[in-house]
């Protein structure tokens, strides 16, 4: 006859064995902290749906630094980091299905499915942005009996602000080579509408001052966090300027309309709408003879960024043109 001892031995060692198991370590939840398994643990008592998952991620962000006043911070600055993380997560949630360029929205499913819901709170010292996803895991799928839907439980938000949390991260371990740092090849990846966004998030923070906590939950799944802050949101919007992460190559094709070019021009392009140009890497003698009317084709890198006040400015910039011949 055993003692209870030696069954408490006995249990402890067949669920060790069956976590070797690899049929049964795939149904383990990822887990890093007692506060994710209790977290985990009850979500899975109250998911309880046989189709489809119920229960919602949620994420916050954390503010604090020397640009808070005890629990007070400009509204202005509060509201671009939030809307400057909304522009991320939706960036790189329309690039992991294959919409990078710049210049355009994402289209309308994508802005839905990464749109959130945002309410805040105030602890000493720090202000918390709360925010949920505005689509439910069930109105995401769609269906619930349409079993192909289901084999993930994933909403793109949950992938998109995971993506969103690694690029940042890797932004604090940039190390001095820049170039062949994780960071540099994670945003290549993702685009570069995702880089002007977290060039622009970043710009944030140094301006306002800030050190930010972000800080994903989904449901069965171990939180993913990121601690960023404003001394190093510096150095990460520097690195995307100097790696040109944040520019695109375009082919602009119009009508010249610029009188005297010194240092930019005007085009008219093809579909009515007239845009600057600057010189850039054309050399101005190259542009002897052009006239008001002609019609070019211009190799340029395009940029776009987001002001303080909220605005989304466009820049064009100039590599090599070539005069066209007039359409008969």
Not at 1 to 17: G, K, R, Y
Not at 197 to 223: C, G
Request: glycine share 8%.
């Amino acid at each position: 006859m055993t003692t209870p001892e030696e069954e408490l031995d006995q249990l402890e060692s067949a669920i060790l064995a069956a976590m070797n198991d690899p049929v049964i370590a795939e149904q383990i939840p990822d887990w890093t902290t007692a506060e994710d398994l209790t977290r985990i643990g009850i979500a899975a008592m109250l998911d309880t749906q046989k189709f489809g998952r119920v229960l919602a991620s949620r994420g916050n962000i954390h503010i604090t630094g020397d640009g808070l006043s005890d629990s007070s911070a400009r509204v202005n600055d509060v509201a671009r980091v939030m809307t400057g993380f909304q522009r991320l997560t939706t960036a790189v949630g329309a690039s992991q299905t294959g919409d990078k360029a710049l210049g355009k929205q994402p289209n309308a499913d994508v802005q839905r499915r990464t749109d959130l819901l945002l309410s805040t709170a105030t602890s000493p010292g720090s202000i918390i942005l709360t925010f949920t996803p505005a689509v439910t895991p069930i109105d995401e799928v769609g269906n619930p009996g349409m079993v192909e839907e289901l084999e993930s439980d994933q909403q793109m938000l949950d992938t998109a602000v995971g993506a969103a949390i690694e690029v940042l991260a890797a932004g604090n371990d940039i190390g001095p080579s820049s170039v062949e740092s994780a960071f540099v090849d994670l945003l290549s990846t993702l685009g570069p509408r995702a880089a002007a966004a977290v060039r622009d998030l970043a710009k944030t923070l140094d301006r306002a001052r800030f050190d930010i906590d972000i800080a994903w939950q989904q449901p069965a799944r171990t939180t993913r966090r990121v601690h960023v802050t404003a001394r190093s949101a510096a150095y990460i919007a520097d690195v995307v300027e100097h790696a040109n992460l944040d520019e695109q190559p375009v082919t602009i094709i119009g009508e010249y309309l610029t009188v005297s070019a010194v240092t930019s021009w005007l085009i008219q392009q093809d579909d009515g709408d007239t845009i600057t140009v600057k010189l850039g890497c054309v050399d101005p003698a190259q542009t002897k003879g052009l006239a008001v009317g002609d019609r070019i084709r211009i190799e340029a890198i395009m940029k776009t960024e987001t002001t303080t006040g909220g605005s989304v400015k466009t820049s064009y910039t100039a590599q090599a043109f070539e005069r066209l011949e007039r359409p008969v």
